[in-house]
């Protein structure tokens, strides 16, 4: 936190004049006074106190560092950090918003309790409101008789977007000494799972890449909404500009089934059939060895040094010694011979012509990289359409390269105060032992390999499998408005006693029995560990710019006090860990032996930037040698097993080609998808299963307003849709001008857009930027409830009326395959 600089009244009203609107203390926005009330007022008034807050926004993932000016105690401006690493002092058009989140006023005022036992969209829960220490009795009585009688397990946590440590991160604990499987039921399938899930078969990390997109002179994105909503993606507007500029200019190619806003702007544009981007991958690959375009230093080569590799030909393994890959000659004779960019052409729709020059450009450009997320993966066939694509990145070995990807590296956190484990008791241990499976059926037969499966614990509830769950909290996720066949979880949540901990009038806290609001973030302390940027560890601390404006609690807090009050040595161990201001302090230590290159060694000097970070990344992969930063270059060469334990942690400490991972559940990929077992580590084409009765592909991507939903409610963020998007509470489906003709729909008609699940309506934007046989409708809008802007009710939720499908493998739920008719309302 900066020291208070001195601003007298005339700036102030001045500034205010310039923007337009002040936001006032009780949270209107009121129009600014004309210049002769600020003379007048500079007469009567002393001067001004503002402070400039460091911390971090919470609009999107990305992390960005602001400057929160604060004056006379209410928030009224935001800006980038100049000196922190991702914002570089920028922000991008949601980042201003966070006044209009702390100062809204359909916010949640303090703790309630419902009143009105029926549960329904329709129903007032005739919330009461009650004191803190009622709301915590309350939860923690509850949680405590289940203790007594051995079912921990029927209590659950269900978390989105956590941030760090001190929120998210208190879950494991929290679960392992309340006793409960289900105390940290994460949301990832709903969000990113196919791609990290694909990376993990053939690299071994379970994460997101950080990238040099800077160094990379070829960028090849499939479905990756690079200038959208792509994180962190303020920063990706500023390293746009760099690239794009930079000599020699990084060329860009978008596989999209739209024009987008990146698409746009690149070079190349393909616009595949849904699901179909695997295919495209696989030409891709073949078209590179074919035409011995892979980087040998990093793959291998043949042992006579002649290319063998053509079409339709199988080769002896033997032929060809590999360096950093496995399996690449097993692949080619199963899979890769075959997958000719004529091939791929049919399925794809993308033209030979079109698929051969993009191969031969990403294939002789050095550095290069692929990027994808949502857009192949969230498909029926999603694993094994990232897998083709990330294969990519091995055959032009940017793999930790210079202008390459590389994982990220975490934060030298200190330790905290206490240690959960000399916290166990017997009931503790006694749960630990009865091994009761997880709600969402992670790690059963049913679901073996995925991370989380958000998506199917309504259905658990409402079949009461694996058993009766009884109590269910929330926190930072919405799944009655946000999951496939959202309304699904209506009936759950009838069947359950939920608390709800979201500051803002959710879907969820209409069903919710009591209300425990969350601070906004611009009144909590937080940490923030980076998502994965440019490798080397980074992690910022969100700092209360003003007190709470109402009578709510951080979340970790919030956890903490329930914990307080579990009887037994949990109470003890929460008592001891104080609250979440201490759980930071005690993170911070490990600063004193790592101190951030802008000088933070304490939880002081963090306070006072806003953010810690360490440069460089401390390993490099340079013409297929790897190496480790001695301090000064990277020079110390690594070892093989090095490697594996910190670059490659596979089986073989390779990046494998045929993935050892997935060959551990042949018979469960072969039953789910028909694959053979001896194929499944492969990647290889698996076709799309659309689901829905409809007959065109119905696609639901995210908006760089998106703001993970929380931007809803926000005025002047719906307003910025306008005019192609949307805007005034509604949001607008793009549909091809032959389509909407076939179809008797103009420009502006209200259409109906249904399948089997039932039906929405939006308004038709006719737009000849996205496929005649595909519709889009953004995600974001079609709220029921979260604030009076929100639930206007002009378009509806997508999420209604897209089957509850999922990628087997991953567990990530198959959002964009379904199928949707649509017809003039």
């Not at 006694?430 to 989380?452: F, G, Y």
Request: aromatic share 10%.
């Amino acid at each position: 936190m900066s020291e208070p600089r001195q601003m007298n009244r005339r700036d102030f009203l001045k500034s205010s004049a310039v923007a337009g609107v002040a936001v006032t203390g009780g949270g209107a926005l009121v129009t600014s006074m004309g210049t002769g009330a600020a003379e007048a007022e500079t007469r009567a008034m002393p001067p001004l106190e503002t402070k400039i807050v460091k911390s971090v926004c919470h609009q999107c993932p990305a992390r960005c560092g602001i400057d929160v000016y604060v004056t006379d105690g209410k928030v009224h401006a935001i800006y980038g950090t100049l000196d922190h690493p991702i914002s570089n002092g920028k922000l991008c058009p949601k980042g201003h918003l966070g006044a209009y989140i702390l100062y809204d006023p359909d916010r949640f005022k303090g703790p309630m309790m419902r009143t009105n036992s029926k549960k329904g969209r329709d129903e007032d829960p005739k919330f009461k409101p009650i004191s803190w220490d009622e709301a915590l009795a309350a939860i923690a009585s509850r949680l405590n008789a289940l203790r007594e009688k051995g079912e921990q397990h029927r209590f659950a946590i269900v978390h989105g977007r956590g941030w760090g440590a001190s929120d998210a991160g208190l879950l494991g604990d929290f679960g392992k000494l309340y006793g409960t499987p289900n105390g940290a039921l994460g949301h990832s399938s709903i969000c990113s799972d196919g791609s990290k899930k694909a990376k993990a078969a053939l690299d071994g990390n379970y994460n997101y890449n950080a990238y040099d997109y800077r160094n990379t002179n070829y960028l090849l994105n499939f479905g990756a909404a690079f200038l959208e909503a792509y994180r962190p993606y303020n920063n990706n507007m500023q390293v746009w500009g760099h690239i794009r500029t930079k000599s020699p200019k990084t060329k860009v190619t978008v596989v999209d089934v739209r024009v987008t806003t990146t698409g746009a702007a690149a070079d190349h544009l393909l616009l595949v059939k849904p699901g179909t981007d695997g295919a495209l991958a696989l030409a891709i690959a073949h078209v590179i060895l074919a035409e011995g375009l892979w980087d040998r230093k990093f793959v291998g080569d043949f042992v006579d040094g002649v290319n063998h590799f053509k079409a339709g030909e199988t080769l002896e393994p033997g032929t060809f010694k590999e360096k950093w890959t496995l399996g690449l000659i097993e692949w080619w004779n199963t899979e890769l011979k075959n997958r000719t960019p004529a091939w791929a052409a049919e399925i794809t729709s993308v033209t030979e012509r079109d698929i051969v020059a993009v191969a031969r450009e990403f294939g002789v450009t050095r550095p290069a990289m692929a990027i994808f997320e949502r857009g192949p993966t969230t498909h029926t066939n999603g694993l094994y359409n990232g897998m083709a694509i990330h294969a990519l990145n091995a055959l032009v070995g940017s793999m930790y390269a210079v202008g390459g990807l590389m994982n990220q590296m975490g934060v030298p956190y200190g330790k905290l105060p206490v240690k959960a484990d000399e916290f166990m008791d017997d009931l503790a241990r006694a749960a630990a032992e009865r091994k009761m499976p997880r709600l969402d059926r992670v790690k059963t037969k049913e679901v073996p390999l995925a991370s989380n499966n958000i998506q199917g614990i309504a259905q658990s509830i409402v079949e009461e499998k694996p058993y009766q769950l009884d109590t269910l909290m929330f926190y930072l996720t919405n799944p009655i408005f946000s999951t496939p066949n959202a309304k699904q979880w209506e009936e759950a949540l009838k069947k359950v006693f939920v608390i709800e901990t979201s500051p803002f009038p959710s879907e969820t806290s209409v069903f919710a029995d009591i209300v425990v609001p969350d601070h906004t973030y611009l009144e909590r302390w937080q940490d923030t560990p980076t998502y994965p940027f440019q490798g080397w560890p980074m992690t910022g601390l969100r700092v209360p710019a003003v007190k709470p404006l109402h009578d709510t609690k951080a979340f970790g807090d919030t956890l903490i006090e329930i914990g307080k009050r579990i009887k037994g040595p949990m109470g003890e161990h929460y008592k001891k860990l104080g609250n979440v201001e201490n759980v930071l302090r005690h993170l911070a230590k490990g600063f004193e032996a790592n101190p951030g290159d802008n000088g933070v060694n304490s939880f002081d000097t963090w306070v006072e930037k806003g953010v810690w970070y360490k440069k460089p990344y401390l390993y490099r992969q340079i013409a297929g040698e790897f190496y480790e930063w001695d301090g000064t270059d990277y020079r110390r060469p690594m070892s093989n097993q090095e490697v594996k334990s910190k670059l490659f942690p596979t089986e073989s400490g390779r990046f494998e080609l045929k993935s050892s991972y997935l060959g551990h559940y042949g018979e469960f990929i072969s039953e789910r998808l028909g694959i053979p077992p001896t194929r499944v580590g492969f990647p290889q084409w698996l076709p799309p299963k659309y689901t829905g009765s409809g007959d065109l592909h119905f696609i639901t991507p995210k908006t760089a307003m998106h703001a993970e939903g929380r931007s809803a409610n926000l005025p002047h963020a719906v307003a910025l849709y306008q005019p192609v998007s949307g805007g005034r509470n509604e949001m607008f489906l793009e549909i091809h001008p032959e389509t909407a003709r076939q179809r008797g729909i103009r420009n502006g008609d209200r259409v109906r857009i249904s399948n089997e699940l039932g039906a929405i309506t939006a308004r038709a934007h006719v737009y000849p930027a996205t496929r005649p046989d595909t519709v889009v409708l953004p995600f974001g809008f079609g709220h029921w409830a979260h604030g009076r802007w929100a639930s206007s009710r002009k378009t509806g939720n997508g999420c209604e009326i897209i089957p509850n499908v999922s990628e087997p493998v991953s567990g990530l739920a198959s959002y964009y395959t379904v199928k949707v008719k649509v017809e003039k309302a």
